[in-house]
């Protein structure tokens, strides 16, 4: 049977990486999308920045043939308060974590309506449960959860179903690549204890194969769910946050992530 041809955008380390070494074992074509490469790897490089629309759309002409599944993975992270938060950080993560995914996904549904293929995107167990001192990275992810839902309908007819990942923490260099911008005295203690205790979860997370895994599990199936957590206990902590109060829910992640 004729390999499948999988895209994967940030394929250059931590899931990216893994996902498309994964796959590239079980007989896919990847090609990865990413400003550097990764050394050694089975994936075929094609240097992008996925916020450059223009380089977006070379890098899809680059690829001949069908294309069976795209797989936004390319994101970034900030931490600091809100209210210090530089106009040059905010632009960056919506231009990586949101238009990316949106030049991403405009190069690629020509070619998947061809295969009824899939978008996988990826989003965060963080999309779902808001992070103080990570809320711009909170609200990327949920923009990037609503994306997959309304794609979902206008693609629908195409027969090009699209999922969203939510990895929870996972142990890759996503925590050395956050640019945190602490505020004033104001805040500067509860940042520093916020987000250390981010990094150390991170740390102690996951192995990216775990997310691997569950993103080969979706292109697998011919109907894959709207939304798939990563892991038993995120998958519940996913679920109570749908039906416990908001508020109550804010106050546990306070216990966790407020800093005092
Ligand atoms: N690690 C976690 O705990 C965690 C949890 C939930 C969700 N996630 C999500 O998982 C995804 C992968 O993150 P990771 O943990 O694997 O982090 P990572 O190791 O830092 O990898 C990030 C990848 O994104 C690529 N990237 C960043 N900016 C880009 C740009 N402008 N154009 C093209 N590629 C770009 C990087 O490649 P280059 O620098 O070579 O361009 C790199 O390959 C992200 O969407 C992240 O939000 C991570």
């Not at 965060?124 to 992810?141: C, H, M, N, R």
Request: glycine residues 8%; positive net charge.
């Amino acid at each position: 049977m004729k390999e499948k041809t999988i895209v994967i955008t940030g394929a250059s380390s931590g899931i990216g990486l893994a996902t498309g070494k994964y796959l590239a074992a079980r007989g896919y074509k990847v090609y990865g999308l990413s400003r550097r490469a990764a050394e050694n790897s089975p994936i075929n490089f094609i240097s992008c920045d996925v916020t450059d629309r223009a380089q977006v759309a070379a890098a899809f002409a680059q690829i001949e043939g069908d294309i069976h599944a795209v797989i936004n993975n390319a994101g970034v992270g900030i931490g600091g308060p809100v209210e210090y938060a530089t106009p040059e950080d905010i632009k960056k993560i919506i231009d990586v974590n949101i238009i990316g995914v949106v030049n991403v996904c405009q190069a690629a549904i020509p070619r998947l309506r061809e295969t009824r293929g899939k978008i996988i995107n990826i989003g965060s167990v963080a999309g779902d449960l808001i992070i103080p001192f990570q809320i711009f990275y909170s609200l990327t992810k949920a923009a990037v959860h609503a994306l997959t839902q309304g794609l979902a309908m206008e693609l629908k007819p195409f027969g090009i179903k699209v999922t969203t990942v939510l990895p929870g923490d996972t142990k890759t260099s996503f925590t050395a690549n956050r640019v945190t911008n602490e505020g004033d005295a104001i805040y500067k203690d509860r940042v520093e204890k916020s987000i250390a205790k981010m990094e150390k979860d991170e740390q102690e997370g996951k192995d990216p194969v775990t997310v691997a895994k569950t993103i080969h599990r979706v292109l697998k199936r011919r109907n894959p769910p709207l939304k798939v957590t990563v892991g038993f206990e995120y998958k519940t902590l996913v679920f109570l946050n749908r039906l416990l109060p908001q508020k109550f829910v804010n106050a546990i992640i306070y216990r966790m992530y407020g800093g005092e």
